[in-house]
């Protein structure tokens, strides 16, 4: 049996990437990373994987004429690495019909609140305002409409009552570190059950 390939899809830092690929080192994931691709050619979390020697790819849609276009071109490198799941990892950009497709009930996120509560930007910031005593994060299954899919596994994060957005942040991503491989290690066996 081949080992199962991550496609990890980020726009940022790359610090829920980062967990993955140390999980994956660790013996922790049975999987690898296949290649890395942003929305931003300059997005700091592709040096990072760079510097664990992994394939990364910068794809521009202002290089496209269209968002169809620009997906189609991730689903074209996506199957050329052979890659079996898709992972959003500060993915900012709301994926459409071409990966989703490609990739049925195997393109997965993390989202910074307890959903279905507080989905779209700035999750942690609508918690404290909403008055909250428990903010969390959850890894789900992507769907067409935005952090609205099954859900795959949640921790919860107590809101300290003088907490800023900077602080709840901080420490949900501490929790998003330890989620995105637990929740991607049960993805992984569901695949791999799949390819007997
Ligand atoms: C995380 O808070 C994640 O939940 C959200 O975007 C942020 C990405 O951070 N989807 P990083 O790039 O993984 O450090």
């Given at each position: 049996m081949r080992d199962v390939k991550l496609g990890i899809l980020i726009s940022g830092r790359g610090s829920n990437m980062t967990a993955i690929i140390e999980a994956i080192e660790a013996g922790q994931?049975?999987?690898?990373?296949a290649v890395v691709i942003s929305n931003?050619?300059?997005?700091?979390g592709l040096k990072v994987a760079q510097s664990y020697g992994l394939m990364t790819i910068g794809i521009d849609p202002?290089?496209?004429?269209s968002k169809d276009d620009y997906e189609q071109q991730i689903v074209r490198v996506l199957t050329a690495q052979q890659v079996d799941v898709v992972v959003l990892a500060g993915y900012m950009k709301i994926l459409g019909q071409p990966v989703l497709a490609a990739y049925p009930n195997r393109v997965i996120n993390i989202h910074p609140s307890l959903l279905p509560d507080f989905k779209g930007l700035h999750a942690q910031r609508q918690a404290l305002e909403a008055g909250r005593a428990e903010a969390g994060c959850t890894v789900h299954y992507v769907v067409p409409?935005?952090?609205?899919?099954?859900?795959?596994q949640q921790a919860l994060v107590p809101v300290l009552s003088d907490d800023t957005e900077e602080t709840l942040s901080q420490r949900i991503l501490v929790e998003e570190h330890k989620l995105y491989p637990a929740a991607l290690a049960s993805v992984i066996a569901q695949v791999k059950e799949e390819q007997k």
């Open positions: 994931l049975d999987a690898s990373v931003k050619p300059d997005a700091a202002k290089d496209f004429a409409e935005v952090d609205s899919g099954a859900i795959i």
